[in-house]
């Protein structure tokens, strides 16, 4: 099976601008996640979503939004950048909700550079 | 709210010799996840371990999860070189499924 894909791979964008990352998770999975990568702040979880829901919410201000489409690709969207948002997004897809321990499948990230 | 803290941050290794990574979470967990990083790469799982006492092996490396303690370890076994990345531990906590991840340790096994 083809892996968990990412689009755009590298991004810049300036201040206060809005952008949109796409991920096409791994066929047959069902939920997705997003995780932003920062060498200050490490990995931390942003949302998931499961059947076009979101199920879970990080600590993210509400300029980080995101959708899920019914064949499960997902997007990211955030609004007016800030210098602090860049960083690596990466996407994260697993088979379904039911299996606890469901291994999450990393895609290889957005680079998203603000400027 | 769930921290995990990892130990050390930077390893510095020769080949052949054997060193163990630490995780130690604050909450009650049962699922604790190993992942590699290569650089300017992505995360490549490596175990997951879901029971109290449960140890995986693959290769040279060797994952123990002791929940009472709430303390996982990453053993590596004669390093090699090709060991070099970033291992990042992981902790869900509760029923929802947020991975709160340690800031990871930078590996450089040296020949």
């Known amino acids: 099976k083809a892996g968990v894909t990412q689009t755009p791979r590298y991004l810049i964008k300036t201040r206060g601008q809005q952008v949109t990352l796409s991920c096409s998770p791994i066929?047959?999975?069902?939920?997705v996640s997003w995780y932003q990568q920062t060498p200050g702040q490490g990995l931390q979880f942003l949302f998931e979503y499961f059947s076009e829901t979101q199920r879970n919410k990080g600590n993210f201000p509400g300029r980080f939004s995101g959708r899920q489409f019914s064949n499960s690709r997902s997007e990211m969207n955030v609004s007016t950048l800030e210098l602090g948002d860049s960083a690596l997004y990466l996407c994260?897809?697993?088979?379904?909700?039911?299996?606890?321990?469901?291994?999450?499948?990393f895609g290889p990230g957005t680079r998203l550079t603000v400027l | 709210e769930l921290k995990v803290e990892q130990n050390p941050l930077f390893l510095s290794m020769q080949e052949g010799k054997n060193y163990t990574i630490y995780c130690n979470y604050s909450t009650t967990s049962d699922r604790l996840y190993w992942y590699r990083q290569d650089p300017g790469k992505s995360l490549e799982s490596l175990f997951v371990?879901?029971?109290?006492?449960a140890v995986k092996q693959e290769g040279r490396l060797m994952a123990s999860l002791d929940t009472k303690a709430r303390l996982s370890t990453l053993h590596i076994t004669a390093a090699v070189h090709d060991l070099s990345a970033t291992y990042f531990c992981a902790v869900v906590a509760g029923s929802n499924y947020k991975l709160t991840f340690g800031k990871g340790t930078l590996l450089t096994v040296n020949p």
């Open positions: 066929s047959g999975h069902r939920s």
């Open positions: 371990l879901l029971s109290n006492g």
């Open positions: 994260a897809s697993r088979e379904s909700l039911r299996l606890s321990y469901n291994v999450l499948f």
